[in-house]
């Protein structure tokens, strides 16, 4: 258990509407990251951060925008979700320079009618 | 560009039925390659990092291999619990990101 939860851990939404999820970790890592997981494509990067207001974009970034105010939330934005955003969302934590690895959170579904 | 391509898609197995798992890539200045585990509906579980060609690591029924272009996943002996899917994943460039291969889904029967 890295300590990183997930919510919400399933969402809903229609086509058009802002979605916000959130990441958050209790040991105060610097590196957080967000992945999206589809059938065929594994696991890809959308977003990371590397600090407090400090974030950089992934492969998969066009429709998602990030923000991290607190070391501990790390927050992804669907300003106008799509169909093509329908997806499991994973959030992972680096835990700093000692490793490369990143350990990951539980997901959320999000599913966009 | 960074490339991760394993295979097989999917491996059923016999309870007891050793085999290997492959898991190729194409990166430029490999600085780590991942071995994650994925139950159904949870997250990637953390299994083994290698750095350097030759370097093997192994835990429990699994050994990790790493060549200069490919690593394997070897599981001897498997049992119905190492059904899973297992995904690679090579680090390069500054470290900040991994890039995935689709995993290999592996089934052991009893």
């Known amino acids: 258990d890295a300590g990183i939860t997930q919510s919400p851990r399933h969402k809903v939404t229609e086509t058009g509407t802002p979605v916000t999820l959130r990441c958050h970790q209790t040991?105060?890592?610097?590196?957080m990251y967000w992945y999206r997981q589809d059938p065929g494509h594994g696991l890809r990067l959308i977003h990371y951060?590397?600090?407090?207001?400090?974030?950089d974009k992934g492969e998969v970034s066009d429709g998602y925008s990030v923000s991290r105010s607190k070391t501990e939330d790390f927050l992804l934005t669907l300003e106008s979700a799509t169909s093509s955003q329908t997806s499991v969302y994973f959030c992972?934590?680096?835990?700093?320079?000692?490793?490369?690895?990143?350990?990951f959170g539980p997901g959320t579904r999000l599913t966009v009618l | 560009e960074d490339q991760v391509t394993q295979s097989p898609e999917a491996l059923r197995l016999q309870e007891g039925e050793s085999s290997s798992l492959n898991c190729s890539y194409t990166?430029?200045?490999?600085?780590?390659l991942f071995w994650y585990r994925q139950d159904p509906g949870k997250g990637p579980e953390f299994l083994f990092t290698?750095?350097?060609a030759g370097e093997e690591k192994e835990k429990e029924r699994l050994k990790a291999t790493l060549t200069k272009k490919e690593s394997f996943l070897h599981i001897t002996a498997p049992k119905p619990e190492d059904s899973a899917t297992y995904l690679c994943?090579?680090?390069?460039?500054?470290?900040?990101?991994?890039?995935f291969g689709a995993g290999t889904i592996l089934r052991v029967k009893s």
């Open positions: 992972a934590i680096r835990p700093g320079a000692s490793t490369d690895t990143q350990y």
């Open positions: 040991e105060n890592h610097r590196y």
């Open positions: 951060s590397y600090g407090v207001k400090d974030t």
């Open positions: 990166v430029s200045g490999l600085r780590g």
């Open positions: 290698l750095y350097s």
């Open positions: 994943a090579v680090q390069a460039g500054n470290g900040n990101k991994l890039v």
